[in-house]
C-alpha cells in the first residue's frame, strides 16, 4: 500500500512547495485590504509624510466619523436597499409563480415559450444598454427607484432555477391535493412554496448580492445625486482620489460599504457559492 | 378559451392512472397566468430592447427622436473609427490576460484546497470572498495597492530601495495593472466551479490507484485532470463571456486611458451612446458585442448538452 521512502520524501518537499504558493497567494488575497483598513485608520497629512506611518501608533478613527457624517452615504445606503430589496422580492414572486407555470402546468406555446426564456440567458445587459435606456427616457423612468428595479425583473435566470426546483418536486403532492378539490393558486401556494424555500433563498441572496453590486445601469439611469446607489455613490467620490477629502477618507468610505456585504457572505456563504456557480453553469 | 380536447401528454407519469389527473395536465389557457406577469417584463425590458436596439443600429439616432435610416452605415463607420477597433482589440488583449490566469490558478486552488480540513476551508472562504465586493471597492483597492508614493506597491518596493512599476499610468502596464485587479476580483468562481467538479470523482478511482502505486503526478495526470476536462473548458468559456463584459474596473481604474489603451468595447458604448448621444452608433457597436458573446455562449451551450448527452 505504502508508497517507496523516496516518493514520501518527495511528497514533502512538493507539498511544501505547494504550501508555499498558496499562502503567497492568500497574502496576495488580504495585504491590499489590510492595506486599506490600515490607511482609513490613519490621518491624512501623517501618511502623506510617511507611508511607512501605517505599521505606527497613532490611529484614529476620524475618516468614520467623517464618513458616517457624511449625509449623502446613508442616503445611498438607503436607497441601495430600497433597490435592491425591491428587486429581490420582485424577482421572487415573478420566478415562483413562472416556474411553477412552467414546471407543472401546460398551456398553448409552454415549450416554445420556455425556449425564448432561456435564451435571455445568453443575452447581455449590454445588448439592450442603449435601447433600454431610450425607452425608460420616454416614460421618464430615470432618476427613479422603479427606473432602477424594472430592469432586472427581465433576467431568466430566477425563472430558470425555480422551474428547475419545482420540476424536482414529487407530482404526487400535487395530485394528492387535487384530489381534495384544492385550486391551483392554492396548491402552489400552500404546498409547493413552502418546499422551495431553500431555492429562495440562493436565489433572492443572488438577486439582492447582484443588485447591491451593480454599476452599469446605475450609473447610465441615476444620474441625480440624491439617487445614486451605493456602489455609484461610491464611484462619484473616488474620481479626484489623492486631493480630494484625503485618502484616509476614501479607505474608510470603502471599508464602511465593503463590510457589511462581506459580513453577509461569511453567513450565508453556502447559498451564495452555489447561486454563484449556478448562474454561471446554468 | 373554454376547455381544449384532452391531448396526448407530452410526459405522462406512469404511476396515476386516475382519470382526474389526465385533465390536469391538459393544456388550458388560464394556466398561462401564471407565468404572464414574468412574460410582461420579460418582453417589455428584454426582448423589446433587443429588437429596439437592432432597428437603432440601422438609423442615426439622438436622446428623444430615432433619426434617419442609414442602413449599415453605422457599422460601416464602427469599421473605419480607430477607437472603436483599438477597443476591439483591447477587449481581446484582456479576455487573453485574463482568463487562462483565472482558469489556471482556480485549478490550482481546487486542487490544493479540495480537502476536509477545517484550513482549507478558510482558505476558500478567503479566495471567494474577494467575489461579493462591488467593482466600486475592488477598483479603489487596488487603485490605492498602485498608486505612487503612498501606495501598497510603491512602499513594497520602496523597502528595497527601488520604483514600483506605474501600473496605472504606464501605456505598457496599464492594461495588465486592471487585468491583476480583476484576477483577484474573479478568482472565487473558476475555483468554485473546479471544485464540485473534483468532488464528483468516483472515490474509488483514486483508491484503485493507489493500489497499483501510482504516485501524485501520475495521478492528477491521468485521473484528476482527464475527469475534469470538460469543466475546464466550462470554465474557461464562461470566463470568457464574463470578461468580455469588462467595464468597471476600466473605466474607474484608468477611464479607458493612456490613449485609449484600456478602452473595452463596453466603454466604447457607455462613451458614444451616453456621453456623446450618439445612440445608432452605440447601438451598433453593443450588436457586435452581443454576436461576440452570443458565439461564446453558444460554445458553452455544446459543451453543456454534450455532458447531459453523455449521462
Redesign the interface.
Known sequence: ?R?PAI?IKG?AF?DRV?LA??IL??V??????L??IG?SLKENAE??AN??S?FQAPYTLKNYINTIGTSSVFVWVFNSIIVSGGLTLGTL???S??G???AR????G?NI?FV??LF????????????????F??LNFHNTYHGLI??G??A?FG?FLMTQYFKAIP??L??AA??DNAS?FRI?WKVLLPLTVPAQATLGIFTF?GA??D??WPL?SATKKDMYT???G??ST?TN??QSEG?GF??AQ?VF??AP??I???FF?KY??TA??GA??? | MGD?PVMPR?AP?A??V?A??VD????????????A???F??T???????L??MW?SFHK?D??S?GNFVGLGNYIRLFHDKEFLQSVWNTFYFVLLTVPTLAL?GL??AL??NRRTRTAAV?R?????????????V???????F?P????L??IY?WFGSTAPAFISDPSLAMIGIAIATV?WCI??PM??FL?ALQQIPQDIYEAA??D?A??WQTLRSITLPSIKRTFI?VVI?QI?LQF?L??QAW?MTRGGPNNLTKPI?LY??DT??RRWD?GM??AA??I??IL??IA??AQ?LV?RNKADRT
Open positions: 500500500m508508497a516518493s511528497r512538493g505547494l504558493l498558496v497567494l492568500s496576495i488575497m488580504i495585504a491590499p485590504v492595506w486599506v490607511l501618511l502623506m507611508p511607512n501605517v414572486i415573478l420566478s409563480l413562472a411553477y407555470g412552467f402546468l401546460n398551456f398553448p409552454r415559450l425564448i426564456v435571455g440567458l445568453a443575452v447581455p445587459e449590454q445588448a439592450v444598454l442603449v435601447a433600454r435606456h431610450q425607452i427616457s420616454m424594472l430592469p425583473l427581465s431568466s425563472v407530482k404526487e400535487d395530485e387535487m384530489l391551483r402552489f448580492l447591491w453590486n454599476y452599469l447610465i451605493l456602489t455609484v461610491m464611484a473616488q482620489f489623492a485618502i476614501l479607505m470603502a460599504a465593503g456585504i462581506l453577509v457572505y461569511l456563504q451564495i457559492v454563484v456557480s454561471a453553469v446554468r | 381544449r407530452t407519469s404511476t396515476s386516475r382526474a389527473s390536469i395536465y391538459a393544456p388550458q389557457w388560464r394556466n398561462f397566468i401564471f407565468v406577469p414574468f412574460l417584463f420579460f417589455t425590458l428584454l426582448l423589446v430592447p433587443l429596439w436596439g437603432l439616432a436622446t428623444f430615432s490558478i490550482f486552488l490544493c484546497l482558505l472562504t478567503l479566495f471567494f470572498s474577494s467575489s461579493v465586493l462591488s467593482v466600486t471597492i477598483t479603489l483597492i487596488w487603485r490605492i495597492v498608486i508614493n503612498v501606495g501598497l510603491s512602499t520602496g483577484w472565487g468562481l468554485m466551479l464540485s493507489a493500489l502505486n504516485n501524485r466550462l464562461v463571456v463584459q467595464f468597471g474607474l463596453v458604448i457607455y451612446a451616453f445612440l452605440g447601438a453593443s450588436e458585442l452581443f458573446i452570443l455562449a453558444m451551450y453543456t
